[in-house]
Structures are given as structure tokens and as C-alpha cells.
């Protein structure tokens, strides 16, 4: 096994997880911050009547949550230079004070020409939320 420096990231290297807790307040400020004042992402009766579960979180909301995972890891926000998901399945937020726990967790997937590749898993309530999350980093 060879030994790598201190701070080299090679393939196959994860990510240390970030767990967040979504709560009905977190989409509100959400809401005021991004425009995106839907009511499915505030109001059970109008989430339900379009066949959802309950309210749920903005979609960029959960995938921003996701870029948090790898600028934390980066140290560095400006070093994610592409960042992609599927929305798989909506955050379903409880009006409650607990509301959603969104588990986030990340393996570098490749290093290429000074980057490296991230495969991103997102997951609520044991099910995935994002799929095909990939994220790239400019490695310092």
C-alpha cells in the first residue's frame, strides 16, 4: 500500500457525511431567499391536492444542501467548478420542530487534471433524493 501526503485526495476517498435537518422554518427563509414561494413547499392542502405527500423542500434547496458537502470537504467554495443532479424523489418536510433529516455523503470518484470527480448520494427517510449527483473540485 503506498502512503500518500497529508491533504492528497486519491480515487475512491470519502467524504466526511453531513447530516442536515430540514425544518418547515429552513423553507420559508428558503422561500424569501430564492423567490420560490409555491405552495407546495409551505401548504399541506396544496401539496396534497397535486397528489404529493405533504410539503416538501425545494429541489435546489436539497442540491444546494448537497454542494455544501463538497465546498466544506474542498475548503473552499470557489473550488467546485460543475455541480449536477436528478431530483429522484422530493425532501417530505413534517410540520414539526425534528422536521426532515437529509444525509448526505461522498466518495471522489476520479482525479483528472487537477480536479477531482465527487459522486454525491443524498438520502431522506432511507430513500435517495438526488440521483446522478457529480460534483468537480479544483484540488489546491
Same mark, same amino acid.
Request: some cysteine; hydrophobic content about 45%; glycine content about 10%.
Given at each position: 500500500? *503506498?502512503?500518500?501526503?497529508?491533504? @492528497? +485526495?486519491?480515487?475512491?476517498?470519502?467524504?466526511?457525511?453531513?447530516? +442536515?435537518?430540514?425544518?418547515?422554518? /429552513? $423553507?420559508?427563509?428558503?422561500?424569501?431567499?430564492? =423567490?420560490? !414561494?409555491?405552495?407546495?413547499?409551505?401548504?399541506?392542502?396544496?401539496?396534497? @391536492?397535486?397528489?404529493?405527500?405533504?410539503?416538501? =423542500?425545494?429541489?435546489? #434547496?436539497?442540491?444546494?444542501? =448537497? *454542494?455544501?458537502?463538497?465546498?466544506?470537504?474542498?475548503? /473552499? &467554495? =470557489?473550488? $467546485? +467548478?460543475?455541480?449536477?443532479?436528478?431530483?429522484?424523489?422530493?425532501? +417530505?418536510? &413534517?410540520?414539526?420542530?425534528?422536521?426532515?433529516?437529509? @444525509? !448526505? *455523503?461522498?466518495?471522489?470518484?476520479?482525479?483528472?487534471?487537477?480536479?477531482?470527480?465527487?459522486?454525491?448520494?443524498?438520502?431522506?427517510?432511507?430513500? *435517495?433524493? #438526488?440521483?446522478?449527483?457529480?460534483?468537480?473540485?479544483?484540488?489546491?
Amino acid at each position: 500500500m *503506498s502512503r500518500r501526503r497529508r491533504g @492528497e +485526495v486519491a480515487e475512491g476517498d470519502e467524504l466526511p457525511s453531513l447530516h +442536515v435537518r430540514v425544518t418547515r422554518a /429552513d $423553507l420559508v427563509r428558503y422561500a424569501g431567499a430564492s =423567490g420560490d !414561494f409555491n405552495p407546495i413547499h409551505w401548504n399541506e392542502r396544496a401539496a396534497r @391536492e397535486v397528489g404529493l405527500p405533504g410539503v416538501i =423542500g425545494h429541489g435546489m #434547496l436539497t442540491m444546494a444542501l =448537497g *454542494s455544501r458537502l463538497v465546498t466544506t470537504w474542498a475548503g /473552499d &467554495p =470557489g473550488a $467546485l +467548478v460543475d455541480y449536477s443532479v436528478r431530483f429522484t424523489r422530493p425532501v +417530505v418536510v &413534517p410540520d414539526d420542530a425534528e422536521g426532515a433529516l437529509v @444525509e !448526505f *455523503s461522498g466518495k471522489v470518484r476520479r482525479i483528472d487534471d487537477g480536479t477531482a470527480v465527487v459522486a454525491i448520494t443524498a438520502r431522506c427517510a432511507a430513500q *435517495s433524493v #438526488l440521483g446522478q449527483a457529480t460534483a468537480t473540485v479544483a484540488l489546491a
